[in-house]
């Protein structure tokens, strides 16, 4: 939970993610084995891989990691629904956090073997024009210094 303290200020900035963002694609784009060794892993589900990918979410990712004093931050889309028990992660709990007076929830999992933590945010699911979200899950990766 400390951890999320940490970086709890920057999810307003990550919920803005999801108003709009340009589709250029400038991000550091990882390799799904290069997110499994990540430090910090945060799991967006339903988001299209054009705003994964676009410069806001870059954006987000550079002021993530200075804020935490990462490195090495990147970015995966992956054209299916993945949580942090795809990557290994089952010591989890549900927080909820209040942030500029909205509700957040997201899953917290810590891993059993190493100093790894996985979020894995909740609410912000975008959805198409008949209300079914998408298949699609946007992935932040961040090694701490």
Known sequence: MNIVKKFLWTLPLLLSLFVGCGKERVADIATPAE???KDIVLIFPS??????YADRMTEILDG???DINGTRGQV?????H???SSYGFYNCSVIELESNNKQVEMI??????????CLYFLGGEYRDVEGDTFDESCILGVDRQ
């Not at 988001?47 to 994964?52: K, Q, V």
């Not at 917290?108 to 933590?117: A, F, G, K, R, Y």
């Open 47 to 52: 988001i299209p891989e054009e705003f994964c």
């Open 82 to 84: 993945v949580d942090c």
């Open 76 to 80: 995966l889309s992956i054209n299916e």
């Open 35 to 37: 997110i499994e060794d």
């Open 108 to 117: 917290e999992c810590l891993s059993s073997v190493s100093s790894q933590i």
């Open 64 to 66: 993530l990691s200075s």
